[in-house]
């Protein structure tokens, strides 16, 4: 029997978006999605972003055509980061993995991100604002950190006669800090370090996603997984 392929599915930019909406061309965008069997995904990300749109008319136009139920909704990044993390331990570091997990609080969670009525995209698309936690303030001052290395970069190399984005990115190698647990003294894939640096101070704050998202399963406060992850504990972890 001849296998049905997979549909191409496009992620389109948070400016495309805001396009699309300030044109009133969300409703060509789906008949045209349709006609060529492309499937349009879009992220929580995408709706955060849009939401910080000044302009109240745009950012409802925006935040209502990305929230349409029509479109291939995607769980947190988060999520997904935590799916291979969590791969990861189960192949190296097994002892790690809790026998008997309680996925209660972990289901309650994802249920959230999946159900039509009065979950994350239903709240989004009513214009209900999300609650001020200490996960979106934390959010807000990553974010406006970000802009400013960001910025602080592009004015050091302008200075300079360094080209940029001249090299693949998998040639760009880093080395962690010494005494990295785990790090055999080599060259690694420069994506690695900033990757270990945002999980583990993720794993130091209880309230963060990706503890919601490991802890059922990973006994994150044991000794080898603290030691690795250069944590107090789970008893010391605020």
């Known amino acids: 029997m001849k296998r049905t392929a997979a549909p191409k599915r496009v992620l389109l930019d948070t400016n495309i978006w805001s396009y699309l909406a300030d044109h009133d061309a969300v409703d060509e965008l789906y008949r045209l999605a349709l006609t060529r069997g492309v499937e349009i995904s879009v992220s929580p990300t995408i709706v955060e972003e849009l939401r910080r749109t000044t302009d109240l008319h745009r950012r409802r136009a925006a935040v209502e055509a990305v929230t349409r139920p029509c479109w291939n909704r995607l769980m947190p990044e988060t999520f997904s980061e935590c799916l291979e993390i969590k791969l990861e331990i189960r192949r190296l570091r097994p002892e790690?993995?809790?026998?008997?997990?309680?996925?209660?609080?972990?289901?309650?969670?994802?249920?959230?991100?999946?159900?039509?009525?009065?979950?994350?995209?239903?709240?989004?698309?009513?214009?209900?604002?999300?609650?001020?936690?200490?996960?979106?303030?934390?959010?807000?001052?990553?974010?406006?950190?970000a802009r400013e290395e960001s910025k602080q970069i592009r004015q050091r190399l302008s200075k300079t006669d360094q080209g940029v984005g001249d090299t693949p990115i998998?040639?760009?190698?880093?080395?962690?800090?010494?005494?990295?647990?785990?790090?055999?003294?080599?060259?690694?894939?420069?994506?690695?370090?900033?990757?270990?640096?945002?999980?583990?101070?993720?794993?130091?704050?209880?309230?963060?996603?990706?503890?919601?998202?490991?802890?059922?399963?990973?006994?994150?406060?044991?000794?080898?997984?603290?030691?690795?992850?250069?944590?107090?504990?789970?008893?010391?972890?605020?």
């Open 170 to 238: 998998q040639f760009v190698a880093g080395l962690p800090a010494p005494g990295t647990p785990g790090w055999a003294g080599d060259p690694v894939d420069y994506w690695r370090l900033p990757s270990l640096a945002v999980v583990r101070a993720e794993l130091l704050v209880y309230a963060s996603p990706y503890r919601e998202w490991i802890d059922c399963e990973i006994d994150i406060g044991c000794e080898t997984a603290c030691k690795t992850f250069q944590i107090p504990g789970v008893n010391s972890v605020q």
């Open 96 to 145: 790690w993995v809790i026998d008997r997990p309680n996925l209660l609080e972990f289901n309650r969670l994802r249920y959230d991100w999946t159900k039509l009525k009065n979950g994350f995209w239903d709240r989004a698309r009513r214009g209900v604002e999300p609650r001020v936690t200490d996960e979106s303030v934390r959010g807000d001052r990553e974010l406006a950190l």
